[in-house]
């Protein structure tokens, strides 16, 4: 959090917190390669071994590059909310009907932004044809950067940069996340039939050719399996699982 959000000095300025919890996903992930790699070992070996995947460890790694910085020049990394440290024009702007974010990672993508735009004199100007120069002239482009981009939708401007080859991406709500065409093309909203119906679900992002993921049940209501629990998995009778029932137990 203390690199994510807007800078102090700014509207809203203050650490941020991500919209999902990134670092228990990205521990449980982490978990499952261990998993993977234990059991390569005991194969070979006949082995088995403890893993500890600590949610402080993950943490710290999935920061690699920030915490790589503050190592190399001791300087703590600050907030610089959607914009890149070191590459610009690389955030988010506001089109004509949403946000997208621009990525133009080099002087010849810039070139061809600026000639897309109708606006090839910016990469002429001596503080803008290079990407240092663009970087501690930061402040002196985005405002023309925010004014370009505001005159055209999103839809328009993913049609003309990509057919130049700049970077770019619209930020769509999960409304538009789901009626995208490549989503759908993908799977990946599935629907698995469910007591009350139908259960609209996820898909997992990953594709086996040879062991493909398969989606055998939905979430269970309250309470549904717990007959299999007590009986198929902790062997009780079936007089003792009533005389649960009875005492409010389960």
């Known amino acids: 959090m203390s690199i994510t959000g807007e800078r102090d000095a700014l509207p809203g300025g203050g650490p941020q917190k991500v919209g999902v919890p990134i670092v228990d996903y990205l521990t449980g992930l982490n978990a499952s390669i261990a998993l993977c790699a234990a059991i390569a070992h005991r194969e070979r070996t006949g082995e088995g071994q403890y893993i500890d995947c600590a949610l402080l460890d993950m943490a710290v790694a999935v920061n690699v590059t920030q915490a790589i910085s503050y190592l190399c020049a001791g300087q703590p990394p600050g907030r610089l909310g959607n914009a890149h440290p070191q590459v610009v024009p690389y955030e988010v702007f506001a089109t004509a009907d949403g946000h997208m974010i621009l990525a133009v990672a080099n002087d010849g993508q810039f070139r061809r932004f600026c000639r897309a735009a109708g606006r090839e004199e910016l990469a002429d100007d001596p503080r803008f044809s290079t990407n240092s120069q663009r970087v501690v002239n930061r402040e002196a482009l985005l405002p023309t950067v925010r004014e370009i981009m505001a005159g055209r939708t999103k839809a328009q401007w993913q049609q003309t940069l990509e057919a130049v080859d700049v970077a770019c991406g619209p ?80």
């Open 171 to 250: 930020i769509n709500n999960f409304r538009e996340v789901f009626d995208d065409p490549q989503v759908k093309h993908r799977g990946l909203q599935v629907n698995v039939p469910h007591a009350l119906g139908s259960a609209p679900l996820v898909a997992s992002p990953l594709r086996l050719s040879k062991t493909p993921v398969s989606y055998r049940s939905a979430p269970p209501l309250p309470g549904e399996h717990t007959n299999e629990v007590l009986q198929g998995l902790l062997g009780m009778q079936p007089e003792e699982v009533a005389g649960l029932r009875k005492a409010g137990v389960v």
